[in-house]
């Protein structure tokens, strides 16, 4: 049984913080794994420089490549151990990085061209209202683009893509689901758990 989203295990991301990037798909640090994201970035992401708001950004890997790619990014993250971690990585950078919970990020009435989560769903007691929110956030034509999972395989964790969807779907006509598992180049490895991402447009 995958374990509801609304309840997961409390986390101390501020513990976390510190060895968050020893993984490869969080710190990046091997440039094959860089890359992998950064030419899934280029096909999730508009192609021309815009406004990309990065939620539950962690310590801002993602938020840098999208900098590599002209991109000008809000980082939001509740932990303030990963944002003081991301605002030394992206300083000088087309970015800002702030703290606050990514289901009602702090950025007033502004609006985006894109809004990257990235392993975050299965943390929210409001996953519904959430996405409802991020989808307000977009400017017509933005994309929603979340990439998640159901982690492990004897006590698995996480949030089933068909969960997303199926939320999406009344808010939006255009949903994508895209499986990630098989590039292993994305996560440094093989893994044999469900990865994936959904890509919402708003119209």
Known sequence: M???????EPVDWDAEAARFDDEPDHGLRDPAVRGAWAARLRDWLPERPSDILDLGCGTGSLSLVATDQGHRVTAVDLSPAMVDLARA????????????????????GRTFDAVLVRHVAWTL??????????????????????????????????TPAARLTGAL?????????????????????RVEDDRYAVIATRH
């Not at 995958?2 to 997961?8: H, Y």
């Not at 990585?89 to 007033?108: H, I, N, Q």
């Not at 779907?169 to 490895?189: I, K, N």
Request: glycine letters at 14%; aromatic letters at 4%; hydrophobic letters at 50%.
């Open 89 to 108: 990585k992206l300083a000088g950078r087309a970015a800002e990085v702030l703290v606050g919970d990514a289901s009602a990020p702090p950025v007033g």
């Open 169 to 189: 779907a009344p808010l939006t006509a255009h949903v994508r689901h895209e499986p990630l598992s098989g590039d292993a180049l994305l996560w440094g490895r």
């Open 2 to 8: 995958i374990r509801d989203a609304a309840i997961p």
């Open 125 to 158: 007691p409001d996953l519904d209202g959430a996405l409802a929110h991020w989808l307000s956030l977009l400017r017509p034509g933005g994309r929603l683009v979340l990439v998640e999972g159901v982690w492990g395989t004897l006590s698995p964790v996480g």
